[in-house]
């Protein structure tokens, strides 16, 4: 039987979330003068309060504030090395580490499944020897530039599960022949976790907690 784990990224391996923190790091590694356009987030954030932009459209606002609209990936890639160092450095669970490294000793294939960006999410991936990753697409044109678009959806809440199911589909996995083992820290990724065999809520939020102790889920606290 093939097993495999799917494990949410922010607070759930790491810390604090790593979307703001990756585009300030960006701006001050960067541009430091794409800070004049701070006053204009909490716009933003107003919008999405008022249900006048997704949450997706919230990341694209401010990715280009803070990113730019046309910068090249080949410039940003030895930055996403340094940030992806700089996470797993100063900003993981280590309880989180210890249990992908015991996943893949017992054989079971790493999916990571987050709603960052893959564009700074697959180094982080790649450092933790995860074998898939499943992240929020960023478009990427002929000439390498990254655009404030997504592609497709907000890789967030319910769009996580179309993922998980084309990949199963693009590697042959045979649900009835898989055993699956889910690890959040949010509510949110409630449909993650139903769709596992073994849902785990890692230092969960109140209402994941809650959610947990009533399906009865294991509960663990990586602080």
Request: hydrophobic letters at 40%; one cysteine or more; charged letters at 25%.
């Amino acid at each position: 039987m093939q097993k495999i784990s799917l494990y949410d990224m922010d607070r759930t391996i790491t810390v604090r979330g790593t979307y703001t923190p990756f585009l300030f790091y960006m701006v001050f590694a960067r541009a430091p003068w794409r800070l004049i356009f701070l006053p204009l987030l909490p716009f933003g954030f107003l919008a999405y309060g008022l249900q006048l932009i997704s949450r997706g459209q919230l990341k694209t606002f401010n990715q280009r504030m803070l990113l730019g609209s046309t910068p090249k990936v080949s410039d940003l890639q030895p930055l996403i090395e340094r940030y992806a160092d700089h996470v797993l450095r100063s900003n993981r669970h280590l309880k989180a580490i210890d249990q992908i490294e015991e996943d893949r000793a017992a054989g079971r294939t790493l999916v990571l499944v987050t709603a960052s960006y893959e564009l700074y999410a697959e180094a982080i991936a790649r450092r933790l020897g995860f074998d898939h990753l499943i992240g929020t697409q960023l478009e990427v044109d002929e000439q390498g530039r990254v655009r404030p678009h997504i592609i497709g959806e907000n890789c967030y809440d319910d769009a996580k599960i179309g993922r998980i199911e084309a990949l199963f589909a693009e590697q042959g996995w045979q649900r009835s022949e898989t055993h699956v083992r889910a690890y959040s820290d949010h509510v949110s990724d409630q449909a993650m976790l139903e769709f596992a065999d073994e849902a785990i809520a890692t230092t969960p939020t109140p209402k994941l907690r809650h959610m947990a102790e009533a399906r009865g889920w294991k509960i663990v606290d990586w602080r």
